[in-house]
């Protein structure tokens, strides 16, 4: 069974500093891992995601994350918060694309 | 591309009455669409799986009779919230399939049932 967990479920940050959200993963078999943002009255975006190639995974609007095996974790990480950063993030796990498990969400606020 | 859209983007309805929900996808073919609800504040709760040419394979919980999906074609899936009430109001969001590994969401459908 997949599953993942977020923690944290309010991030606050100020403008130009680092964003970082986290989420843990648990996975039976090798896992894809997805982060997606929501807009407030929208649907979701892919901003990226790993599926067994390279560990770091660059994504849209400067993200990335980082899938580290051994603390089953699949950071996202953007240096600098942009007041256009804040929405609703949330990481997803499937084991071969077709079932998504989401985790509950991370708002993230950017001060300025 | 991988653009996917539903329509309408917001509906108001009475209770008791059915709204439908449309799902496109509309520069690739779907075989397999999603449903989701989102209640406010939470996260994205998998209602069914919609496949092209059959039966949609509902999560447990989930009322079939209730939630009617058709997957008529590659590109369209709906969803029939039959004899709605003012419980059934959420934000209703489709996703596809594109590539083998990653779905591709709707914009979402907020249902308010008065």
């Known amino acids: 069974a997949q599953s993942v967990t977020q923690l944290g479920s309010h991030v606050s940050v100020s403008e130009g500093a680092l964003v970082l959200l986290r989420c843990n993963y648990s996975s039976s078999v090798p896992p894809y891992l997805f982060w997606y943002v929501q807009y407030p009255n929208q649907g979701l975006q892919l901003l990226l995601k790993y599926t067994s190639a390279a560990t770091l995974v660059k994504g849209i609007n400067g993200f990335e994350a980082e899938f580290k095996k051994s603390e089953t974790s699949f950071h996202l990480t953007k240096p600098s918060a942009h007041m256009s950063d804040a929405a609703e993030y949330f990481c997803?796990?499937?084991?071969?694309?077709?079932?998504?498990?989401f985790g509950t969400g991370t708002s993230l606020t950017v001060i300025p | 591309g991988a653009v996917v859209s539903q329509h309408p983007s917001w509906v108001i309805c009475k209770s008791g009455t059915s709204v439908k929900i449309e799902c496109r996808s509309l520069?690739?073919?779907?075989?397999?669409m999603f449903w989701y609800r989102q209640f406010p504040k939470q996260s994205l709760m998998l209602m069914a799986t919609?496949?092209?040419?059959?039966?949609?394979?509902?999560e447990q919980g989930v009322e079939k009779d209730k939630f009617l999906i058709n997957h008529a074609s590659l590109t369209l899936s709906t969803l029939t919230v039959t004899s709605a009430h003012p419980e059934d109001s959420s934000f209703y969001i489709c996703?596809?399939?594109?590539?083998?590994?990653?779905?591709?969401f709707g914009p979402g459908t907020r249902l308010t049932v008065l």
């Open positions: 996703s596809a399939h594109r590539d083998t590994d990653t779905q591709y």
């Open positions: 919609s496949n092209e040419g059959s039966k949609a394979t509902y």
């Open positions: 520069d690739f073919q779907a075989t397999t």
């Open positions: 997803a796990v499937s084991d071969s694309g077709n079932q998504f498990y």
